[in-house]
């Protein structure tokens, strides 16, 4: 006897609808936002359960808690508003009967198991390096304000700031004085924080595997494992293309016109192409950094050599980089799964 259970959560109340099989709606409970309560109201349910529920702040921690109390536990992407009548109780619904019809395109994969603290400090110093990242902008446009020009990384170190707030007036100079305390500030936490990433990611064999790709440092890489998780998760080289935002679709409209025999035939037309829009925005930015890197730092590497080629072949530099983050996402893959360490001589070999 299957149960299905939709969840729409919020963060002080839960509402959960109980769908039979065959659609019925048997019943919807609201309980609070709490671990223990939901289990409890779980365990009262009688036959086989089947859990949905919506991506959002706390979807990691219900999949922890819940997934040893039901037979299948799904995290759901959140699509598009749908129009019509809306409550918790409707969305629970609607959410249940996904599940049981079958109809998910999109499931969020959720289970960390040993990488949950190395998703957490990997979460934590992306949030801290962004934070950075605004006071020094806060900085550079304080400056822009009074219209003293400062340019590169030397206006945030100490010996580098003492000429440029000279040239502020006595108001502006105390705004950006406070401002460069926030900034030394969060350069130590920084810091701290990246120390900790590294540490726990020098407990996991697989990190020094992967560090040695070309592009993949320490950092990329810690942020790179808690989530790909396990290389399993994905058969084929493209189906990780498309996860990581890299993978080529071609879109097209009308494609269909009447033939003079009054049948139809396909239109032949320019079709647009992009890269896939439901994708890890890390996990884009991580190779595509590392293919930079390989550009700029790497001259001696195989890849180097091939993005050179490609532009001699007339092939357009954003182009040509894309097509080294797609290479350099294959290989990590491959490591991943061999849990061998880059060979320089195999991608030789395999150049085109």
């Not at 969305?91 to 079958?102: C, E, P, S, T, Y």
């Not at 340019?151 to 945030?156: P, S």
């Not at 396909?266 to 190779?287: A, D, E, P, S, W």
């Amino acid at each position: 006897m299957k149960r299905y259970i939709g969840l729409d959560v919020h963060a002080a109340s839960t509402t959960l609808a109980v769908m039979s099989a065959s659609g019925k709606v048997l019943q919807t409970v609201v309980v609070e936002t709490n671990g223990q309560a939901l289990i409890e109201v779980l365990k009262s349910i009688t036959g086989e359960l089947h859990v949905c529920l919506e991506e959002g702040t706390q979807s990691a921690w219900l999949y922890e808690i819940l997934v040893p109390h039901v037979h299948e536990l799904v995290v759901v992407g959140i699509g598009e508003e749908q129009r019509g009548p809306k409550s918790d109780a409707l969305d629970a619904v609607k959410l249940a009967d996904r599940l049981r019809k079958g109809t998910i395109e999109r499931r969020v994969y959720k289970d960390r198991g040993v990488y949950r603290e190395l998703r957490e400090l990997g979460r934590a110093h992306a949030m801290i390096v962004r934070d950075v990242v605004r006071v020094q902008n806060r900085l550079k446009s304080l400056y822009r304000s009074r219209g003293v020009q400062v340019t590169g990384k030397a206006v945030y170190s100490t010996k580098g700031r003492v000429e440029p707030l000279k040239q502020l007036p006595a108001g502006t100079r105390a705004a950006t004085e406070t401002m460069y305390a926030q900034y030394d500030a969060l350069v130590e936490v920084r810091k701290r924080a990246e120390q900790e990433l590294l540490e726990e990611a020098r407990r996991h064999p697989i990190a020094k595997v992967l560090q040695s790709c070309p592009g993949l440092g320490p950092i990329r890489v810690a942020q790179m494992i808690p989530i790909v998780m396990t290389p399993e998760r994905f058969r084929t080289k493209r189906q990780f293309w498309s996860y990581c935002g890299l993978g080529i679709v071609m879109r097209s409209s009308s494609d269909w016109a009447r033939s003079p025999d009054g049948g139809w035939r396909r239109v032949q037309m320019n079709r647009t192409r992009g890269l896939n829009y439901n994708h890890n925005r890390q996990l884009k930015v991580i190779f595509k950094g590392a293919a930079t890197t390989v550009i700029n730092q790497l001259p001696e590497e195989p890849l180097h050599a091939d993005y050179q080629k490609l532009l001699a072949r007339g092939t357009k530099p954003n182009l040509a980089k894309l097509t080294l983050a797609r290479r350099i996402a294959s290989i990590t893959l491959a490591l991943w799964k061999t849990r061998e360490e880059y060979d320089r001589a195999k991608v030789r070999e395999q150049s085109p």
